[in-house]
């Protein structure tokens, strides 16, 4: 019988491509990343992986930025995400010196999701196992969220997660978001990344970015540390509430 997933050129018979599937699969064995908008601000939440007690932390990085205005979070092929960033990056600054204008965050979603969906389709090489998540302000000032995918395919959202645990996430996210601004954006993403991570800064990090700001932040522990107390905080107070009117 054919072996349909050696070659990444070749459909199966029912149409599928096995190489771009499980390409999908690495990025579903990947740490989690979360991306909310706001009315005002932009979050990113990625699960940290546990890092050797003689390694840098700083050098496990999950969130990047593209440019000045445009940042990213992966789940996925580490190795991958870099390449991939890489390419983003010469191409966001090739727009500014042709252009004389910073890059909108769709045309560099669409660049990324046209260099993945390339490696879908050539001979001699495989596609990138990773998806993203793309953040940024449009030049009206409105938030913009992108997810891309190993296929190719990217399309805008509201709220979106990616890699392990990611359906949990974005059902959290389904049932919970609202159009928030400032720091319940903030928690909202951090309470969606702590439904399938254990809570507090070893686990959790978190970047924000303002409209007024525009260059991306990343949350330092502490700051991590008191939101998750808040929220922990939030979450017995209303099972207390839950138990209170049936004791009585």
């Not at 992986?49 to 092929?77: E, M």
């Not at 769709?106 to 660049?111: K, L, S």
């Not at 999701?113 to 302000?137: E, N, W």
């Not at 009206?140 to 996430?169: E, I, Q």
Request: proline share 3%.
């Amino acid at each position: 019988m054919a072996r349909y997933d050696r070659a990444i050129t070749v459909f199966s018979p029912d149409g599928h491509l096995f190489q771009v599937e499980y390409a999908l699969e690495a990025v579903r064995k990947g740490t989690t990343a979360v991306g909310v908008t706001g009315t005002d601000i932009i979050v990113l939440g990625v699960e940290k992986k546990s890092t050797a007690k003689l390694q840098d932390a700083r050098t496990v990085r999950k969130i990047y930025k593209l440019d000045d205005h445009v940042c990213l979070a992966f789940a996925g092929l580490t190795a991958d995400a870099r390449v991939l960033v890489n390419r983003a990056r010469v191409e966001c600054q090739s727009y500014r010196l042709t252009l004389e204008d910073k890059v909108t965050i769709e045309h560099i979603t669409r660049y990324i999701a046209g260099v993945q969906q390339k490696y879908t389709q050539s001979g001699g090489v495989r596609p990138f196992g990773i998806s993203t998540l793309i953040v940024g302000f449009d030049p009206t000032g409105a938030p913009c969220l992108y997810h891309t995918d190993p296929s190719g395919t990217y399309s805008a959202w509201k709220a979106n997660a990616t890699g392990r645990n990611s359906k949990t996430v974005l059902e959290f996210l389904e049932k919970n978001y609202t159009e928030t601004s400032g720091d319940d954006t903030v928690k909202l993403a951090i309470r969606a990344l702590l439904e399938v991570v254990e809570p507090g800064s070893k686990n959790v990090e978190v970047a924000v970015m303002t409209r007024d700001g525009g260059s991306l932040r990343i949350l330092d522990d502490a700051e991590v540390d008191a939101i998750t107390a808040v929220i922990e905080a939030d979450k017995v107070a209303a099972e207390a509430a839950k138990k209170g009117p049936s004791s009585s």
